[in-house]
């Protein structure tokens, strides 16, 4: 059973400090990896994608991805309380060509 | 932008009744899937698309049965809906060369 791992939290950062969020991943020969935002009550928001090893930077925002180590991570810089939602880490099953989604983290960003 | 749409915001049913959930999506892409999200569960697959006419069953198929007639449409049917199929229903789009997916608005559905 392929499976996406994430701390469901919640995380709790102050406004303006560094939101880490991780995920670990147990198919080894996954290509793609994405991190999707959800607000309460809203669907899923594509918000980066990466597929290479490193660092990947868009914004305020920076996924790092480990292939040896199988995580996946998210940065959120200088975090605002419209942060404030669950983030759904998802990776490809080259297999079946469909994305494993994780549980989700909930993340609070307290003014 | 890619822009999925689907039918409803929010839907409420009576055990038993026939309930047909629409999206649709404008940017030619040739899969599509339907996923629903439960509280403690995550999003799970129902069924997907990889085009026209063909439908594969996700994990959780039991219940729901699927149409895609056109390119840009999927339907996801429940035939004889249940108090457990209540759940916001999610769709989702892709083009067939890539992993990225794009999700419609989603369907609150209750079952009564």
């Known amino acids: 059973q392929k499976e996406v791992e994430q701390n469901s939290g919640p995380l709790s950062v102050p406004e303006g400090a560094i939101a880490s969020l991780n995920c670990t991943y147990s198919?080894?020969?996954?290509?793609?990896f994405f991190w999707y935002r959800q607000y309460s009550g809203k669907s899923p928001e594509l918000i980066m994608s990466i597929y290479s090893n490193g660092d990947k930077e868009d914004g305020r925002f920076t996924a790092q991805l480990n292939k040896a180590s199988q995580y996946v991570s998210l940065l959120i810089r200088d975090s605002q309380p419209s942060d404030s939602a669950t983030y759904l880490c998802a990776v490809n099953d080259l297999d079946t060509g469909k994305l494993i989604f994780g549980q989700g983290t909930t993340l609070q960003v307290k003014p | 932008d890619v822009k999925v749409t689907q039918s409803s915001r929010y839907l409420v049913k009576r055990t038993g009744e026939k309930v047909f959930l629409e999206c649709v999506q404008d940017m030619d892409h040739e899969n599509m899937f339907w996923y629903r999200q439960d509280p403690g569960l995550g999003l799970r697959l129902i069924y997907f698309?990889?085009?026209?006419?063909?439908?594969e069953k996700g994990d959780i198929p039991e219940g729901y049965s699927v149409s895609r007639e056109k390119k840009e449409r999927f339907s996801l049917i429940l035939e004889s809906a249940s108090t457990n199929q209540t759940s916001m229903y999610l769709c989702?789009?892709?083009?067939?060369?890539?992993?990225?997916?794009?999700f419609g608005p989603g369907t609150r559905l209750t079952v009564l």
């Open positions: 698309s990889y085009d026209v006419k063909m439908k």
């Open positions: 989702a789009s892709r083009t067939g060369g890539s992993d990225e997916q794009f």
């Open positions: 198919d080894r020969v996954s290509q793609s």
